[in-house]
């Protein structure tokens, strides 16, 4: 019985936290019900949880109709770490400073904090490991735009953008979107949103974002908009433009095949390791030019078994690169 209400009362705290999390990234967003759902518990117990976020952590949680939001987030009690534990922390933001994108000023504060924990003789060898990041233009802008584009997330302000299309030729377009997601994928950064002009959700490459403005106009997430669910057909992040998803096998020799299955690629991917190590791999989704540079990737390591046009769309792309470098 004591292991079972340690369990319980484990559980309790690790959704108390996620919580608080879904709140002040999202607030406005989540009622009681909402949350309910989510957890698969009663409302009952959610709002034990809430009276625990209330009263116990002294947060100022208010309800609205759009969802609870915090009045102010309190500061985080000062943290007291073993020397190990804040070096392998200090080597962990200073990781997170290599992301494209993230080479910010909470980021430098972080360091310099973490530094201030060690010995006064620790300071010349953390300041050979923990180094600054060369800025960049392109690197400066993309931290604008995370930054404001994180903040029309979190106020749920919409954002007017001027935004290039590399399919129309560089041709730059005026957008108002809705953000709803920011995420990175491989060393790009991208933001999941709802665009006014086409009336759909779109994912926007954020260094082709020329210029972006906050407007004082708010938006709502629809309670119905899940991130997987939207992806769940694509390779990578961007989405396939109404294409249908088909079942793919590939097959890639020994070698190649190993390194791919030992990430995952997607949901739907499936392996079988055939008598002489060649690798069958099969994936449904919805073909983009993603996928398709990633095929060309491994050359003649992998041949597209199914479906026929994926095949022969292949078999052009790499003749084009054979001509194009005086090959036949």
């Not at 759009?66 to 985080?76: S, T």
């Not at 530094?115 to 923990?130: G, R, S």
């Not at 990578?236 to 249908?244: E, T």
Request: charged content about 25%; overall charge neutral.
């Amino acid at each position: 019985m004591p292991t079972t209400c340690r369990l319980e009362e484990t559980k309790r705290i690790s959704r108390v936290i996620e919580i608080v999390q879904m709140i002040a990234v999202s607030p406005g967003r989540y009622l009681r019900r909402d949350l309910a759902d989510h957890f698969e518990i009663s409302e009952r117990m959610i709002q034990k949880d809430l009276d625990i976020i209330r009263h116990g952590l002294k947060f100022e949680l208010t309800h609205t109709p759009a969802g609870y939001i915090f009045e102010r987030i309190p500061n985080l009690p000062v943290l007291h770490f073993t020397l190990s534990e804040a070096l392998a922390l200090l080597l962990a933001v200073q990781a997170a400073w290599q992301v494209p994108g993230i080479g910010s000023f909470e980021l430098a504060a972080s360091i310099a904090r973490l530094k201030a924990l060690f010995p006064p003789e620790f300071i010349p060898l953390l300041n050979k490991v923990t180094g600054q990041p060369s800025a960049s233009a392109r690197g400066e802008h993309r931290q604008q735009m995370l930054s404001l584009l994180n903040h029309a997330l979190a106020q749920r302000c919409k954002v007017r953008i001027t935004y290039e299309t590399r399919s129309r030729g560089g041709e730059l377009s005026e957008r108002i979107i809705n953000p709803y997601h920011i995420k990175l994928h491989v060393r790009s950064w991208h933001v999941i949103a709802y665009c006014q002009t086409r009336e759909s959700v779109r994912t926007f490459k954020i260094d082709r974002i020329r210029q972006a403005s906050l407007l004082g106009d708010r938006y709502m997430i629809p309670n119905d908009f899940n991130l997987n669910d939207y992806l769940g057909d694509t390779w990578g992040i961007m989405s396939g433009d109404g294409q249908a998803p088909v079942d793919v096998v590939l097959l890639f020799e020994p070698e190649a095949g190993h390194w791919v299955i030992e990430e995952h690629w997607h949901p739907s991917q499936s392996s079988e390791e055939l008598p002489n190590g060649s690798i069958l791999f099969r994936v449904k989704i919805a073909p983009t030019p993603e996928f398709t540079n990633w095929l060309l990737y491994y050359g003649s390591r992998v041949k597209v078994m199914e479906p026929a046009f994926l095949r022969t769309q292949v078999a052009e792309e790499h003749l084009r690169a054979v001509r194009g470098n005086g090959g036949m």
